[in-house]
C-alpha cells in the first residue's frame, strides 16, 4: 500500500456558486454522485441575447472572474463586484451592479429551475460541465502551465 504523502495532499478545495465568476475557498465540500454541492448552481447572461458567460471565448466577458460570489447557509447566492459590498442574487440590484461593472447589460439566472425562487422566471439550461463537473488540478500541472507560458499567470481557481 502507498504512502498517502507520496500519492499527494488536498491543499485548497473551491466552490463556484455562479459559473464562470469567482468562487469561495472551503474547508470542507460535499461530493455528491454529479458534482459538488453548491457549485454552478447559477450562470451571468448578456440580457439582451441570453448568452452564457464564457470568459475564456470573449472580450466583452474576460472581467467576470472579479466578480465574487459565496451562497449562505441557507444557499442564497450572493454576488460582489470589485468595490462594491455584497448583494443578493439573482436580483434587480445585483444586475445593476454587475451590468454597471461589465459595461453591459448583464443578468444572473439560475441553471435548472430546482435552483430558481417561485417568482423568477427563466432559468438557464446548459449541460457545459455535464462532461467534467468536478476538477482536480494539481501542483505539478499549475508549475508546468508556468513553464509553457512564463509571462502568463495560472491561477488555480480558474
Known amino acids: 500500500m502507498a504512502d498517502a504523502a507520496a500519492l499527494g495532499t488536498v491543499s485548497q478545495l473551491w466552490r463556484y456558486p455562479a459559473s464562470s465568476l469567482a ?44 466578480i465574487r460570489t459565496r451562497l449562505s447557509v441557507a444557499r442564497e447566492l450572493e454576488v460582489a463586484v470589485p468595490g462594491g459590498g455584497w448583494l443578493a442574487a439573482p436580483g434587480a440590484e445585483s444586475d445593476r451592479a454587475v451590468s454597471a461593472f461589465l459595461g453591459f447589460e448583464a443578468s444572473i439566472r439560475p441553471f435548472g429551475q430546482e435552483n430558481a425562487a417561485p417568482s423568477y422566471a427563466g432559468p438557464l439550461t446548459e449541460a457545459r460541465y455535464a462532461k467534467a463537473p468536478i476538477h482536480l488540478l494539481t501542483t505539478a500541472s499549475l508549475a508546468r502551465l508556468k513553464a509553457l507560458h512564463p509571462e502568463g499567470a495560472a491561477d488555480p481557481r480558474r
Do not use: C, M, Y
Open 23 to 66: 468562487g469561495e475557498r472551503q474547508d470542507a465540500i460535499e461530493v455528491g454522485s454529479r458534482t459538488v454541492a453548491g457549485d454552478r448552481l447559477f450562470g451571468l447572461v448578456d440580457a439582451t441575447n441570453g448568452e452564457i458567460a464564457r470568459q475564456d471565448r470573449e472580450a466583452k466577458w474576460h472581467k467576470v472572474p472579479l
